[in-house]
Each structure stands twice: as C-alpha cells, then as structure tokens.
C-alpha cells in the first residue's frame, strides 16, 4: 500500500477487509481455431482404416456449431442485416464469413422453407425467390428501413413518407382486427390501404422508374 502520509512504510502494518466493489466484465472475444487430425491403421492383412471426422467438419476450412449459432441469433433474433451481422463477426472474432454463407446458416437453422408452402415474409434478398412453390411478402420492417432512408435522404420527395405511414396504418389496422376478434381487416379498409399504396408506389416508379437487369448481371434489378 505504499507509505503513510507522515512517512512510515505500511508493508509491515497489520490490516484488516474493508469495503467491497464488484464490477461485471466480459472475457475479450476470442475465436478458438479446433483442429481435428484423422488416425490412419493399416491391419495386418493390409486393409488401410481411416478415421472418421466429426460431424460438420470439412475437408474445407469450416465454422463450429457456436459461431453459427450466434451468427444466426443475430440475424433471425435481432433483426440484425446480414452485412452487418459479417462485421459484428469480424470486429470481435476477426473472423469474417460472406453474406451468403451466414444466409446459408440462416436456412440450415431453418430448415423448412424448401417444403413450405404458405406465405414467406422475407427481406428482398433474390434466392429466396427461387422458391416458387410459396407466396412471397418483402418485410414491413425492411420496407420501413429502405423509405426512412429516401424519407431523411435531402430530395424533398413525399412518396416515401406516405408510404411508411400506409405500411404503419396497415399494422395498427390489424392489431385493432385482432383486439376485436377478427381474423382479417375488414374490407373497405383493406382496399383503401391497397389502392393508396398502390398509387404512392406507382408514383415513387415513375420518379425512380426500375432499371432492367443487365447480361451478367447477379441479383435483380435495380
């Protein structure tokens, strides 16, 4: 404890515990590199046997069990973007997988969207158009995301602002069904939803008319 204002030594003196601190931390994050080395017998008849590798690890360099998990936590949990989840991964594991294997772990925890075949809500990534046995819905959430940003981008236009406000009465619309016992909105509201979008989209179309896909071009069109 060093030494006392009058100057004396205190490594000699005896103590006592005084007051208690506790502080909650975290361990740093650290990705942990598994390596698994096959054993090879040769029986004496000259059969060689090989060793079998546990499930899940490629002959490639792979991801374990727990980083998929997270990876996945973070994106069907959190909502979080599939870009953004990459650098969550990289920032704090200094591992970085593409944005299509984290979708990959997405649909392998999934599991089901192959044999679906009810409505799908998804964001606009483009594979999960190829399945064409569902009836696809882009995300409200997503859609929302994508009009703040033309809303608070400096163009001046309206479009985007009525239609996240149409998206939003359209949720309110449902709850209120629900609060009442409903199982759908009633009709007159439906429609009149449906055509405001349907002009305010074709109004933001005509402003930023779609671009046709170009040859070689991956994804859809802009």
């Not at 109004?203 to 802009?222: C, M, T």
């Amino acid at each position: 404890m060093g030494t006392c204002g009058c100057g004396l030594s205190l490594a000699d003196q005896p103590g006592r515990l005084g007051e208690r601190r506790q502080q909650i931390e975290i361990p740093e994050p650290k990705a942990e590199v598994i390596e698994y080395r096959q054993r090879i017998v040769t029986c004496a008849c000259g059969c060689v046997h090989r060793g079998v590798f546990p499930f899940g690890v490629t002959p490639h360099v792979s991801y374990g069990p727990r980083l998929k998990a997270y990876a996945v936590a973070l994106v069907d949990g959190h909502f979080v973007a599939l870009g953004r989840t990459a650098e969550i991964l990289a920032d704090q594991y200094g591992v970085r997988p593409s944005d299509g294997t984290i979708q990959n772990w997405v649909g392998q925890a999934a599991g089901i969207l192959p044999k679906f075949m009810g409505y799908a809500v998804h964001d606009p990534w483009a594979p999960y158009f190829h399945f064409t046995q569902v009836t696809h819905s882009l995300c409200s959430a997503h859609l929302l995301r994508e009009l703040r940003y033309f809303e608070e981008a400096p163009r001046g236009h309206r479009w985007p602002v009525r239609l996240r406000e149409i998206l939003v009465d359209g949720k309110k619309a449902v709850e209120a069904a629900r609060a009442e016992g409903r199982s759908a909105v009633d009709t007159a509201t439906r429609d009149r939803l449906l055509a405001d979008y349907d002009r305010w989209v074709t109004l933001g179309l005509s402003i930023f008319p779609e671009r046709p896909k170009a040859p070689g071009q991956k994804g859809g069109p802009k």
